[in-house]
Nanobody, 125 residues
Framework: QVQLVESGGGLVQAGGSLRLSCAASGRTFNIYAMGWFRQAPGKEREFVAAITWSSGSTYYADSVKGRFTISRDNAKNTVYLQMNSLKPEDTAVYYC??????????????????WGQGTQVTVSS
């Protein structure tokens, strides 16, 4: 019913920047919030950032505050993650996810219904 496609990943030097995009298609009208998660090999998938679709309220993991910015373009059904001052520990597959329930739980994997396939971000030193 809803498809999410991430793009913009790649290889970047430490201190550099990348902007990830997540395009949503299909039945997207009732999406409450969009989130970004990431997963490194052998590690649990972890919350990065989220944004509500209507008001644009944003939420961030402590590890990325001040460096990453989440934003959305409602007309394009697209959410972005601007990543600045990248560190090697940011290396992971980044996933976009869509949340439909109206709750303040933005941080749990289980709160999101649809997921993209991910885009690889590699930060070298």
């Amino acid at each position: 019913q809803v498809q999410l496609v991430e793009s913009g990943g790649g290889l970047v030097q430490a201190g550099g920047s990348l902007r990830l995009s997540c395009a949503a298609s299909g039945r997207t009208f009732n999406i409450y919030a969009m989130g970004w998660f990431r997963q490194a090999p052998g590690k649990e998938r972890e919350f990065v950032a989220a944004i509500t679709w209507s008001s644009g309220s944003t939420y961030y993991a402590d590890s990325v505050k001040g460096r990453f910015t989440i934003s959305r373009d409602n007309a394009k059904n697209t959410v972005y993650l601007q990543m600045n001052s990248l560190k090697p520990e940011d290396t992971a597959v980044y996933y976009c996810a869509a949340k439909y329930d109206y709750s303040k739980n933005y941080y749990s994997l289980l709160a999101y219904r649809y997921w993209g396939q991910g885009t690889q971000v590699t930060v070298s030193s």
